[in-house]
């Protein structure tokens, strides 16, 4: 969501989800397990649409195709991360941006990915509330065949995962934010920060995580980074 290069006091290694992963197996059909997926968790107003919006456009950096899911129409462009070029017509080609306001209309279009043409490579929803399971396992369903399919195609070379993200609103209790990271396994919270309206932090709280990365932003004219630090995070039930 923030670019590498903005995040100067940490090397990263590794990646996720990229357009033509290669492997010692190829051919190897991708399992449900692999797709990458992840459900972004904040109030209102703490930049978790930009933030999803930025991913985005990162993606289609990369050459990607990206499915953005809104609720609500956006009557202007997201804040964009301050250091990153404004969008040009042609990358905003790459990014279709689908207003869908009932949990009912989201499920009929992921019942229908098969039928789309050509195929996205991302799907990224915001604010699909309430975000239940049989809508959990239908993102997931529908990132899955789209993996499979697209890797299928002889003209990309590799496997190609297709990630899932999804932003909620604070579900209200610990219990079924883990609910939600039965499907989307990765959890990534917002909070403010105590005496700061607009400064925010967002931080890995995934039960499996053994190491939380915190990354702290302001929003202003743009969503600008102020620190990324790594810190222990507590067991569960601590």
């Known amino acids: ?3 590498v290069e903005l995040c100067q006091n940490r090397t990263t290694s590794g990646k996720s989800g990229g357009k033509g992963e290669t492997s010692e197996a190829e051919t190897r059909p991708v399992e449900s397990t692999e797709i990458p997926r992840c459900v ?4 209102k107003g703490s930049g978790k649409t930009a933030l999803l919006f930025q991913y985005g456009l990162s993606l289609v950096s990369q050459g990607r195709r990206v499915t953005f899911i809104s609720h609500e129409t956006l009557h202007t462009m997201p804040l964009k991360v301050a250091g990153t070029q404004k969008p040009d017509q042609m990358a905003l080609k790459q990014l279709q941006i689908l207003y ?36 959990c396992a239908y993102l997931v369903d529908a990132a899955f065949f789209i993996s499979n399919k697209l890797s299928e195609d002889r003209s990309v070379t590799g496997r190609v995962l297709c990630p899932v993200v999804a932003t909620v609103t604070p579900p209200g209790d610990r219990t079924a934010l883990r609910w939600y990271e039965r499907f989307l396994t990765s959890v990534w919270e917002v909070k403010g920060v105590a005496g700061q309206q607009s400064i925010y ?13 915190v990354v702290t932003y302001e929003i202003s004219d743009a969503l600008r980074m102020l620190d990324v630090q790594e810190e222990e995070q507590l067991e569960v039930g601590d």
């Not at 972004?40 to 109030?43: E, F, M």
């Not at 932090?201 to 990365?213: E, G, H, I, K, Y």
């Open 1 to 3: 969501m923030f670019p």
């Open 40 to 43: 972004l968790v904040g109030p």
């Open 100 to 135: 869908l306001n009932t949990q009912e209309s989201l499920l009929q279009y992921l019942s229908s990915v098969h039928t789309q043409a050509p195929l996205p490579t991302a799907i990224l929803t915001a604010e699909t509330a309430p975000v239940v399971a049989r809508l």
């Open 201 to 213: 932090q967002l931080s890995n709280v995934s039960s499996a995580s053994r190491d939380s990365l």
